[in-house]
């Protein structure tokens, strides 16, 4: 895969531009037009973090490699990071870079729930068997804490 369909890919075929160009305005919203260049920064970083995770598993074709993003364990881990790094850092681009990887996760996490049930059970708690109320619960906490994640960019 090239790096020009790459990006073709990125801006047409996925939800996430929408949802980066949301937050952003958000962004500006909320913190006012003076903070244009902040908003710009929460943009990029946004974009570089799912750019960068992405074209990371796609050239990385190493199973075992690829699988450590995937565990549920190393997902709540980054997060925890995400939420450190947001609090204590005032860096518009490292908060996108981190919201950015995080609705990744969240981007092949509902694609895997929708397609791949029994492939994301397996891999997400590394062979544990678990019922799909779990698998669902554990989406939902997820989902809801990026939320969170993202609003605390946002302001």
Same mark, same amino acid.
């Given at each position: 895969m090239t790096f $020009? %369909?790459? $990006?073709?890919r990125l801006l047409t075929d996925s939800p996430y531009l929408p949802v980066a160009i949301l937050i952003s305005a958000v962004f500006l919203v909320v /913190?006012? &037009?003076s903070s244009w260049l902040a908003g710009i920064y929460l943009f990029a970083g946004l974009v570089l973090g799912w750019f960068l995770i992405s074209v990371y598993l796609d050239l990385?074709?190493?199973?075992?490699l690829a699988i450590i993003f995937h565990l549920a364990m190393f997902q709540i881990s980054f997060l925890l990071f995400s939420f450190w790094l947001v609090i204590s850092n005032e860096?518009? &681009?490292a =908060?996108? $870079?981190? #919201?950015? #990887? /995080? &609705?990744f996760f969240i981007k092949e996490f509902l694609f895997d729930y929708r397609k791949r049930r029994p492939v994301l059970?397996?891999? &997400? %708690?590394n062979n544990i068997s678990i019922s799909d109320h779990l698998v669902l619960a554990y989406l939902v906490? %997820?989902?809801?804490?990026? =939320?969170l994640l993202?609003?605390? #960019? $946002?302001l």
């Open positions: $020009i %369909f790459k $990006i073709r /913190n006012g &037009l990385v074709k190493s199973p075992r860096s518009s &681009l =908060a996108g $870079i981190v #919201v950015g #990887v /995080n &609705l059970k397996k891999r &997400l %708690f906490g %997820f989902v809801f804490l990026v =939320a993202a609003v605390l #960019v $946002i």
